[in-house]
T-cell receptor
């Protein structure tokens, strides 16, 4: 079945540092790709998405580009803030029966930003 | 949107007991999903409803698990004869056809 592999954490950076969290996927079709973020004590929130090859998703200064040739969707941010500390999940959307769009998640990467 | 709500937020139970969780989706969303998240892992799909019909179930959903969505509104997930391996965060998400999924805050289950 489809799968997602993320770079292992935890990742610790200083404020204003450049961030990259690697994500690669294996899929039989052409899935949509997502980054979700989970802040402490809160539910998963969609951060950004891309639905086809070469699409770039962006939100809150974060970006990720759907690279079909390398089956990757790496998350980047040019200058991180303390408030970006959270767990980040890469995911793909796998079609199922009767319109189900199941999300397949990576294991998550915990990011801590120090002031 | 008022968001997806889940109750209870935390549940501690003894092995062998039955537990039931509730999810209230965003009101106009006809699609509802349950996921399970264990410590240090990403969420895993359990089951999917479109309106009141349960249309897909993961192999992770053993026969001790049952989910319902009467009248296509709220949903319940029941676990019978709980085991320590059932300890996890149970997440609910809802969506409509043209919109992304919105996740609830989850119910954390601890089986002693």
């Amino acid at each position: 079945g489809d799968s997602v592999t993320q770079m292992e954490g935890p990742v610790t950076l200083s404020e204003e540092a450049f961030l990259t969290i690697n994500c690669t996927y294996t899929a039989t079709g052409y899935p949509s790709l997502f980054w979700y973020v989970q802040y402490p004590g809160e539910g998963l929130q969609l951060l950004l998405k891309a639905t086809k090859a070469d699409d770039k998703g962006s939100n809150k200064g974060f970006e990720a580009t759907y690279r079909k040739e390398t089956t990757s969707f790496h998350l980047e941010k040019g200058s991180v803030q303390v408030s970006d500390s959270a767990v980040y999940f890469c995911a793909l959307s796998e079609g199922g029966r009767q319109g189900a769009q199941k999300l397949v998640f990576g294991q998550g990467t915990r990011l801590t930003i120090n002031p | 949107d008022t968001g997806v709500s889940q109750n209870p937020r935390h549940k501690i139970t003894k092995r062998g007991q039955n537990v039931t969780f509730r999810c209230d989706p965003i009101s106009e969303h006809n699609r509802l999903y349950w996921y399970r998240q264990t410590l240090g892992q990403g969420p895993e799909f359990l089951t999917y409803f479109q309106n009141e019909a349960q249309l897909e179930k993961s192999r992770l959903l053993s026969d001790r698990f049952s989910a319902e969505r009467p009248k296509g509104s709220f949903s319940t997930l029941e676990i019978q004869r709980t085991e320590q391996g059932d300890s996890a965060m149970y997440l609910c998400a809802s969506s409509s056809r043209d919109r992304g999924k919105y996740f609830g805050p989850g119910t954390r289950l601890t089986v002693l």
